[in-house]
């Protein structure tokens, strides 16, 4: 008999890890939402329990439950990396449009864009912009919305041109059909797998620099549960021996980047035409 | 794939072994070097405090600890008593608007020449238009009346003028110019040898000083982050550390503990007044939710003082009822029974509190109680008492909405939300300006925009005092006279919460005399008698 695995094609593997992927992705969303305030009120006769069967990831030195902080935080790390990827994916979608079929000047000020935003660290700009939108939620989503879309306007500046030239494309045109129809009918349906893509690969970025951002004090108040805040405060607490304050947060955030990496490798793969079901 | 991952754990797992060896306390041999009692005449100390702007006392230097190298007209001992330094007697006129102060005529300056009235005149003139920190508006001119007498008179009688005399330094008319905040000369006990801006401070003992000569011939003074400081405790290269509450618990080998009592206080300051006014600058004063005097009574007498010294100063602190606790002029009467939650609870439901729509929020009419507790984001104890405060009242009913922000937005919120604010001087003058109506929305004093006409009058009173005894009573009835006051069983402005012991590892066999109460500002303060620093027998 053979093994169970080699019984699944590729696809059918890329599939299945998927979807166990998004459905620990949405427990965990789910244990942060269902968690409310209460859960990390203050107890000041429990602090700095070490890890138990009431408190898993222990308390921290008001008490608090770190279990609750922490997915609290991770799904807070997770909403914004929704919001902050969906607004870069939009913006690098729009301009990569625009650069691809507008002409040269427009190609010209998108390419002068995406590499003035790359050559400058995304953390520098993340910072500043967020700093300049007054920090909080609000401040970290724009700065990630607006920091994390050059490589993937790149990516869809190319695609788009390549299918432009392409003879369907073309001979389409020749037969009279209108630009709109074009831009939606071919062009569209190709760029939209790379747009998917590109958006997934994008999450684990922007949790890591929402975390990288709380992490240096700038983003939420430092009571707020943000994964970096929590981080950033065990760094005190490690030289007294109190690791767990470090070790289940990191752990957590290190398999939620890791969870929507392979979420986005795997919708490539199922996305891919070139890959068959062998 | 799965190859890849277990190798990733591996590796993983021992990056994360080797991180927490790295991190756990070694017990190693280092100690042969600690156990050598030092028979030397010198100390390391890293106890923060550096001045931003150099040691210039006519712009601040020296307020609270010692000056080290100038010295003052009186100083407080031990018990805070005012007590002569440079002065051997002063007089205060019967109307309180001349003081007479007549000074020793021994005393050199380091550089050898003698200390006169001209000095004094010099420095009280020169603080007096640097218009700095140093508060001496009220002072109206300095004279000499001969080589060593001095006479100041004020524009109007304040018995707290004397706390200028305490804490102003006096420097040399003949060496004070540009350079002088990085190059002080004075008559201090030490003289300075090397400043390293940021790093360290390097001082000597002046041997034309004219009181009893320190013991510490020479003294280090290192400027570390809290971490650097309990690194160098550890290693034993410090004799004195000034640590955070969340260190007291670590055993240092070799040092010992110190927690000196403070007046280092920290409470809410509440906006007494009703919204809808606005400061000059069009910042809203007020909030309708804690005006009521029934929400202010009620969070004073629930809160549980004694957890928060246990919970968050780690048993390092003492119950705060007034900004002036243990202090010569408090008023013990202040005293009240704290963690009431029945009595808290009775109290807002008579007053018209109730729940009518069962959100666990109490309402009166279309008011929730409910109003947002700001804290500097930077301060870890401010954080964790706000936290624990909104914690603990909220099964009142009373919802806290806590805010970290910094001092910057604080400015623009705090005459209309409810601040973590601390305070604690030697000087009775600061709860004049915190709780005076002529200090409302004046910097960080009065922000509550608290007024009592009493009590206003209790302090023109206190001020125009020609004694301090007399002074001190009127102080008191400030606070409490039996019917009204300014503390929590008077109108309540603030709840006050707790006094932060000052902690410090000390070396063993170090004697750093009798400490008297610590005024705000955790670290300086405790060179007030270096003079007395010396090593047990």
């Known amino acids: 008999m053979m093994p169970t695995l080699t019984l699944l094609n590729k696809k059918q593997r890329a599939l299945i890890v998927t979807i166990l992927a998004i459905v620990f992705l949405m427990i965990v969303i789910v244990i942060g939402v269902v968690l409310d305030k209460e859960s990390i009120s203050t107890n000041l006769k429990h602090r700095n329990a ?79 912009i967020a700093f300049t939108f007054g920090g909080g939620f609000k401040g970290i989503v724009i700065g990630i919305a607006l920091t994390h879309w050059p490589s993937l306007a790149r990516i869809i500046r190319a695609e788009v041109m390549q299918i432009r030239s392409a003879e369907f494309v073309q001979i389409s045109r020749k037969m009279g059909k209108s630009s709109w129809w074009i831009a939606t009918k071919h062009i569209f349906p190709h760029i939209l797998p790379q747009i998917l893509v590109g958006f997934m690969l994008l999450f684990p970025h922007a949790i890591l620099h929402e975390a990288a951002v709380t992490f240096l004090g700038l983003g939420l108040s430092p009571h707020e549960p943000a994964i970096g805040i929590i981080l950033s405060e065990s760094m005190k607490y490690l030289s007294a021996g109190m690791w767990w304050l470090a070790f289940f947060p990191g752990l957590c955030l290190l398999f939620i980047v890791r969870t929507f990496d392979m979420l986005g490798e795997n919708i490539r793969i199922l996305m891919d035409i070139n890959i068959d079901h062998k | 794939m799965k190859k890849k991952l277990f190798r990733l754990l591996t590796v993983m797992a021992i990056v994360f072994s080797l991180v927490l060896a790295g991190c756990a306390p070694s017990k190693s041999n280092q100690s042969t070097e600690k156990d050598v009692k030092r028979e030397t005449d010198e100390l390391v100390l890293s106890i923060k405090g550096e001045p931003d702007t150099g040691f ?39 109307d309180g608007k001349v003081w007479t102060v007549v000074l020793r005529e021994d005393v050199q300056f380091s550089d050898g020449k003698l200390l006169t009235a001209d000095d004094v005149i010099f420095t009280f003139e020169t603080a007096l238009n640097n218009g700095s920190v140093v508060d001496l508006n009220v002072l109206d001119k300095v004279e000499a009346v001969n080589a060593h007498t001095v006479k100041f008179t004020l524009k109007e009688a304040q ?67 809290e971490d650097a400081t309990i690194a160098a405790a550890q290693a034993g290269k410090v004799d004195v550390a000034a640590i955070p509450a969340s260190f007291s618990k670590q055993q240092v080998p070799g040092m010992r503990l110190e927690a000196l009592q403070s007046v280092d206080n920290r409470g809410i300051v509440f906006p007494y007044v009703k919204s809808g006014a606005v400061t000059k600058d069009g910042l809203p004063i007020g909030n309708d939710v804690t005006a009521d005097s029934a929400i202010r009574h009620a969070i004073n007498i629930a809160v549980d003082r004694q957890a928060l010294i246990d919970g968050v100063l780690e048993g390092h602190g003492s119950k705060a009822y007034t900004s002036v606790d243990s202090l010569p002029w408090w008023n013990p009467e202040t005293v009240f029974e704290d963690a009431d939650m029945n009595g808290a609870k009775t109290l807002l439901h008579d007053s018209g509190w109730k729940d009518t729509d069962d959100d666990g929020i109490l309402e009166k009419g279309s008011l929730k109680a409910e109003f947002s507790l700001y804290y500097p984001a930077e301060d870890t104890i401010r954080q964790s008492l706000s936290i624990a405060v909104a914690d603990m009242i909220k099964p009142l009913g009373i919802n806290i909405k806590v805010e970290g922000a910094s001092w910057d937005t604080i400015e623009q919120k705090m005459f209309s939300n409810a601040v973590l604010m601390g305070w604690g001087s030697h000087d009775p003058h600061e709860m004049y300006d915190v709780y005076s109506s002529r200090y409302t929305g004046v910097d960080y004093y009065n922000t509550g925009f608290y007024k009592n006409e009493k009590v206003d009058e209790y302090f023109e009173k206190a001020l125009a005092a020609t004694d301090s005894t007399e002074a001190i009573e009127y102080w008191k009835k400030a606070q409490w006279d039996g019917t009204t006051g300014l503390s929590a069983i008077g109108d309540a402005p603030w709840a006050w919460l707790v006094n932060i012991d000052h902690l410090y590892l000390v070396k063993n066999g170090l004697d750093i005399g009798k400490q008297g109460i610590q005024p705000h500002g955790h670290g300086w303060p405790i060179t007030n008698n270096i003079e007395d620093w010396k090593w047990a027998e």
Do not use: C
Request: charged content about 15%; glycine content about 10%.
């Open chain 1, 50 to 128: 070490s890890p138990t069967f009431e408190h898993p990831f222990g308390t921290d030195w008001l008490g608090r439950d770190m279990f609750s902080r922490t997915f609290m935080g991770i799904s807070l790390s997770i909403g914004v990396g929704l919001i902050g990827a969906f607004g870069s994916t939009l913006i690098a979608t729009i301009l990569g449009v625009i650069s691809a079929t507008m002409g040269k000047t427009a190609d010209r000020i998108v390419s002068w864009l995406i590499d003035l935003f790359l050559s400058v660290p995304h953390l520098v700009t993340l910072i500043l």
């Open chain 2, 56 to 94: 210039d006392p006519t712009t601040g230097w020296g307020r609270y600890g010692s000056p080290l190298f100038q010295s003052t007209l009186l100083k407080r001992d031990d018990n805070l008593n005012i007590v002569n330094d440079l002065a051997t007697s002063y007089e205060v006129t019967k």
């Open chain 2, 159 to 225: 018995s707290t003028f004397i706390n200028s005399l305490v804490v102003t330094g006096i420097v040399p008319k003949h060496a004070y110019g540009k350079g002088y905040a990085e190059n002080p000369i004075g008559s201090g006990p030490y003289q300075l040898v090397q400043w390293d801006k940021g790093q360290q401070l390097i001082v000597k003992v002046n041997p034309k000083y004219y009181d009893q000569k320190p013991f510490f011939q020479k003294i280090t003074f290192l400027f570390l982050s």
